[in-house]
């Protein structure tokens, strides 16, 4: 089944500095994957998803890059500012499935 | 708009009392529905896809007769947890696909924490 590893586990970066967070996944055939962000406590919330037909998408100081070759995709952050810290969590939906396979999750810190 | 809705929020009970959480699609109609288990500071754990009208798929490891998944209609999706026990303490998460969304995105309930005394 899909396997989907993410890095770093945690992050630290100063105010204003960019963050970027990646991961991989083993089944060729997924198609669909999200990012979502998670504060202590809270529901997770998408914040981007990408599809496989795609290979970069920008929402704001959000992107998202897709290598379907390697089968990594990765998060990008610019700009970062204190309320961005949380968990983020990438995950991947292999074509014909239902479920989503979630990597480990990166606990991001905004350092002021 | 897809807004999941999950309740209650917590739960703290006696050891052998049995549990149900409820998961509410609130305006869009849900076909599948996930259950999540979450630890601290850890990935989420898919338990079960529940789908309307047919028996829960379970993840391997997850006890069907202790986790009893219902999902009587396209809204709403249940989780009992049978006699539980402080193992079974843990952050229980619901989550929906809106079927009217092209790419259907997977919405999270705010989460269920259940603490077992």
């Known amino acids: 089944g899909e396997n989907v590893e993410q890095h770093p586990s945690t992050l630290s970066v100063q105010e204003g500095d960019s963050a970027v967070i990646k991961c991989t996944y083993s089944?060729?055939?997924?198609?669909?994957f999200p990012w979502y962000k998670q504060e202590l406590g809270k529901r997770p919330q998408l914040i981007i998803d990408?599809?496989?037909?795609?290979g970069e998408k920008k929402d704001q100081r959000i992107a998202v890059t897709l290598n379907k070759t390697a089968k990594h995709f990765s998060l990008h952050i610019t700009e970062t500012q204190p309320e961005d810290s949380a968990v983020y969590f990438c995950?991947?939906?292999?074509?014909?499935?239902?479920?989503?396979?979630f990597g480990q999750g990166t606990r991001l810190t905004i350092n002021p | 708009g897809a807004v999941v809705s999950q309740h209650p929020s917590r739960v703290i009970c006696k050891s052998g009392t049995s549990v149900k959480i409820e998961c509410r699609s609130l305006?869009?109609?849900?076909?599948?529905m996930f259950w999540y288990r979450q630890f601290p500071k850890k990935s989420l754990m898919l338990m079960a896809t529940?789908?309307?009208?047919?028996?829960?798929?379970?993840e391997q490891g997850v006890e069907k007769d202790k986790f009893l998944i219902n999902h009587a209609s396209l809204t709403l999706s249940t989780l009992t947890v049978t006699s539980a026990h402080p193992e079974d303490s843990s952050f229980y998460i619901c989550?929906?696909?809106?079927?009217?969304?092209?790419?259907?995105?997977?919405?999270f309930g705010d989460g269920t924490r259940l603490s077992i005394l």
């Open positions: 989550s929906a696909r809106d079927l009217e969304q092209g790419h259907q995105p997977q919405h």
């Open positions: 089944d060729s055939a997924s198609n669909y």
């Open positions: 529940s789908n309307e009208g047919s028996k829960a798929t379970y």
């Open positions: 995950a991947a939906r292999v074509l014909g499935a239902q479920k989503l396979v």
């Open positions: 305006d869009f109609q849900a076909t599948t």
């Open positions: 990408i599809r496989s037909n795609v």
